[in-house]
């Protein structure tokens, strides 16, 4: 014999509350997309300059740049996946974390690009037309000008950042 059919339906299944949904306001909004450009800029910087012979400062660029380009990922995931609360102690300021962030990145990617403007000059020797030996000079130049590109797109994050502190907006997105 078989039991008797229920007399309500079962309960709907509730949305998990750590479910992943993208913002899609982040992504599509100035920051979603100066965020990707910082990517973009930071990784043409370290290959360029993880792809040429480099010794003594330059370490330290590219120390800085791929430190700042992980954490950008970071945050950029984080953000785009609305997790910011997962942070310990720092999600509920968000916004005050990535302003600080930015400006960080812009000044040591000052120093980095500082670095690399200095080795460009010290290899300007090997520019000459006839030179022929393996130089570094125009790995060091394309890195500085992505090292300076790097700068101005992380001081306009944070001032993008800073504006809508200032409006009282507490959130990225």
């Not at 982040?26 to 965020?35: A, C, K, Q, T």
């Not at 000079?137 to 700068?151: D, K, M, N, P, Q």
């Amino acid at each position: 014999m078989l039991p008797p059919p229920p007399r309500q339906p079962p309960p709907q299944a509730r949305s998990a509350r750590g479910s992943l949904r993208l913002q899609r306001a982040f992504l599509r909004g100035p920051w979603g997309v100066l965020r990707l450009l910082q990517l973009l800029a930071g990784a043409a910087f370290w290959i360029t300059i993880a792809t040429s012979k480099y010794q003594g400062p330059v370490h330290f660029a590219l120390f800085v740049s791929v430190l700042f380009w992980l954490l950008t990922l970071g945050l950029y995931f984080i953000t785009l996946l609305g997790k910011q609360e997962l942070v310990p102690v720092l999600g509920s300021r968000w916004l005050v974390v990535n302003v600080a962030h930015d400006l960080l990145a812009a000044a040591l990617y000052g120093a980095a690009t500082g670095i690399m403007i200095d080795q460009t000059q010290r290899h300007s020797y090997c520019n000459l037309k006839n030179y022929r030996l393996p130089c570094a000079y125009h790995a060091f130049l394309a890195a500085s000008v992505c090292g300076g590109l790097c700068l101005g797109l992380y001081l306009l994050s944070a001032l993008y950042g800073c504006c809508r502190r200032y409006q009282g907006k507490d959130e990225v997105v």
